[in-house]
């Protein structure tokens, strides 16, 4: 599996379309991204599935996490 992969993304504040880069190197990740356009914060949650050679990206605000 290649370990950097581009992904489309959109803001869940002002549904603005964003590319980021993906490192699976490291496995699992949680991560925040800003928005160029509106400047939130973007909680990224990154699973990689080993067997299947698949990375599945969760994508939310902030304020939308259950804890």
């Known amino acids: 599996m290649k370990n950097y992969t581009e992904q489309s993304v959109t803001c869940p ?10 490192d699976s190197s490291a496995g699992s990740q949680e991560f925040y991204d800003d928005c160029p356009a ?3 914060a973007i909680h990224l ?15 939310d605000a902030d304020d939308e996490q259950i804890f």
């Open 38 to 40: 509106c400047c939130h």
């Open 45 to 59: 949650n990154m699973q990689v599935d080993e067997l299947h050679k698949t990375i599945n990206l969760f994508i």
């Open 13 to 22: 504040h002002c549904g603005h379309n964003i590319r980021i880069t993906l």
